[in-house]
């Protein structure tokens, strides 16, 4: 079993930043990818950005390509999502989650965090 736990939400003004962190515990991850994903209020779920642990390749929704950032740090067993030049349209509440590797990016993930909410105001 794996907890996945996160943090760094808050509020912040247009075009700040924020960083998440996704602490995980319960077994090793270099067979997983770490996903993020938000949910506005209303709104569907929808992937934000991913991370292979082994390897450590990213991958981003066209929406916050440039501005966003995914790593990881193995020694902590923690990945981040680094938010730039956040915009009202960014809030949501963020989640992180697990999948492993063989089924992809957009495959179904395994485990979810509790999320984290983000606030953006205009």
């Known amino acids: 079993q794996v907890q996945l736990v996160e943090s760094g939400g808050g509020l912040v003004q247009a075009g700040g930043s924020l960083r998440l962190s996704c602490a995980a515990s319960?077994?090793?991850?270099?067979?997983?990818?770490m996903g993020w994903f938000r949910q506005a209020p209303g709104m569907e779920r929808e992937f934000v950005a991913a991370?292979?642990?082994?390897?450590?390749?990213?991958y981003y929704a066209d929406s916050v390509k440039g501005r966003f950032t995914a790593s990881r740090d193995n020694a902590k067993n923690t990945v981040y999502l680094q938010m730039n030049s956040l915009k009202p349209e960014d809030t949501a509440v963020y989640y992180c989650a697990a999948v492993i590797s063989y089924r992809g990016v957009y495959g179904e993930y395994d485990y979810w965090g509790q999320g984290t909410q983000v606030t953006v105001s205009s």
């Open positions: 991370i292979n642990w082994r390897g450590g390749s990213t």
């Open positions: 319960g077994r090793t991850l270099s067979s997983y990818i």
